[in-house]
């Protein structure tokens, strides 16, 4: 079991940036792949990027590739979301998950535990 408790949210200026965290509990947090997912309303949720439990395989949508960066500290049992140069299409809750395999995947039903969600917003 892990939980996950995300933060970081809040309103933003287009062309701004956030980091988002996501504290993990427990002790084999190392052995899990992270996942953030996004949902705006009225839309279905979607994968935002996601980091194997090294480090060493990172996939990222198209939609963030080259704005976000997932990273994660095995030690803080912390993963991380930087967003920079944000876009008004970004706003959505943010979530992220954990998954007991090895394999990054952008399926959110592969992904077994999943945090509560933080709010970004992004308005002039």
């Known amino acids: 079991q892990v939980q996950l408790v995300e933060s970081g949210g809040g309103l933003v200026q287009p062309g701004g940036s956030l980091r988002l965290s996501c504290a993990a509990s427990?002790?084999?947090?190392?052995?899990?792949?992270m996942g953030w997912f996004r949902q705006a309303p009225g839309k279905e949720r979607e994968f935002v990027a996601g980091?194997?439990?090294?480090?060493?395989?990172?996939y990222a949508s198209d939609s963030v590739k080259g704005r976000f960066t997932i990273s994660r500290d095995n030690v803080r049992n912390t993963v991380y979301l930087q967003m920079n140069s944000l876009k008004p299409e970004d706003t959505a809750v943010y979530y992220c998950?954990?998954?007991?395999?090895?394999?990054?995947?952008?399926?959110?039903?592969?992904?077994?535990?999943w945090g509560q969600g933080t709010q970004v917003t992004v308005s002039s």
């Open positions: 998950a954990a998954r007991s395999m090895v394999v990054v995947t952008t399926l959110p039903g592969t992904y077994n535990f």
């Open positions: 427990g002790r084999t947090f190392s052995s899990y792949t």
């Open positions: 980091i194997s439990w090294s480090g060493g395989t990172i």
